[in-house]
């Protein structure tokens, strides 16, 4: 697992040269031993670190690391729409701010993390990220309305997501309902929103984000799904991780005080029009196992998928079903 010193070295290895063991003993005040130890860590985030005899330790890729000022100055006039923290390491950033709701004001808070150790997905499943090829996030939302007026919540982010990721230049993002953002049917991208409060408001939303920015094999080796990454969908293009996230919270911050008002309805056009099984057959897979198929017709306004079977309309609410290829 790795700690703050271990986060310490790898912002001392981040540039991609070689350091010696000695060179980086000496700059956090430890012994070479004590450092041959901790970057073992590096493994466990799925780091490539590699040790050359004699010389010392190069990360494989270089890393530029989240940092909170890169992201305030890329937000610019945004910035004051949220209040940022980066954080190297945490369990994960939604039970960090769900947890803090307990004790201090989360609306507009934004947490983000290099790398969360108990990260969470949908359905009581973890989510896998590594340190510098990732984008891990929670943002808290507060709302006057309740649970009802939210449901399209999540399909929303999800438009939010994929125009902030055109507008960097990646292009061919598609939503898989309720809350996956893929790419020719692999994912790369998952939404995870935590709802609390009164049923009929007010209500506190945790808005968990993560993205795959650069997944090493071996990450992809442990995800039981078809998964990709941003750099492949941008063809290897090298991405800004704080830029790209700064276009992320602004394309958000607009969504949600425009869904605050009007709710999810003004943003289904975008939604069908991104849709990736749009026009296409669809099996529902329903919590006891059994399952639904037709055609997908669409969302409706409270973020329900809608299929026509045989001539009757199937709906679904987002909750604890899942969609797939017939
Ligand atoms: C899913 O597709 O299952 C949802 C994944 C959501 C992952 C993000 S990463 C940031 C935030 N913190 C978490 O523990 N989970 C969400």
């Keep these: 697992m790795l700690t703050p010193l271990g986060f310490r070295l790898l912002r001392r290895l981040a ?93 507009r808070r934004l947490l983000i993390a290099e790398w969360q150790t108990a990260g969470r997905g949908r359905r009581g499943r973890g989510w896998t990220a590594v340190a ?65 409060g009164d049923a009929l408001g007010p209500s506190l939303a945790v808005i968990g984000v993560g993205l795959n920015v650069r997944l090493a094999p071996a990450a992809r080796r442990g995800i039981a799904q078809p998964v990709t990454d941003l750099a492949t969908i941008a063809h290897g293009r090298v991405i800004d991780r704080n830029v790209l996230l700064a276009a992320l919270v602004c394309e958000l911050t607009a969504m949600l005080d425009r869904y605050a008002v009007d709710g999810f309805a003004p943003f289904i056009p975008e939604w069908q029009r991104r849709n990736a099984f749009r026009g296409k057959s669809a099996k529902i897979i329903l919590p006891d196992g059994s399952t639904a198929s037709g055609d997908v017709v669409g969302v409706d306004a409270s973020g329900a998928l809608v299929l026509d079977h045989r001539g009757r309309r199937l709906r679904f609410v987002t909750g604890e079903v899942s969609l797939r290829r017939p």
Excluded at 79 to 97: C, I
Excluded at 162 to 188: M, Q, S, Y
Aim: charged residues 25%.
């Design 132 to 196: 510098g090829g990732s984008l891990t996030f929670s943002l808290g939302w507060r709302f006057e309305q309740g649970a009802g007026f939210l449901a399209g919540l999540s399909l929303a982010v999800g438009v939010a997501l994929a125009r902030a990721l055109e507008g960097v230049g990646i292009g061919g993002v598609e939503l898989k309902w309720p809350n996956d953002l893929t790419h020719r049917f692999c994912k790369f991208g998952g939404i995870l929103i935590e709802l609390s």
């Design 15 to 107: 540039d991609g040269e070689i350091h010696s063991g000695e060179a980086l003993a000496s700059a956090v005040g430890m012994s070479r031993a004590r450092v041959s130890q901790v970057l073992k860590e590096a493994d466990t985030a799925g780091l490539k670190l590699e040790r050359i005899r004699g010389r010392g330790y190069r990360l494989h890729d270089p890393l530029p690391f989240l940092d909170r000022d890169a992201v305030v100055a890329a937000l610019g006039p945004a910035a004051k729409a949220v209040k940022v923290e980066v954080v190297d390491t945490v369990d994960s950033t939604s039970s960090e701010l769900n947890r803090r709701s307990a004790r201090e004001d989360v609306h």
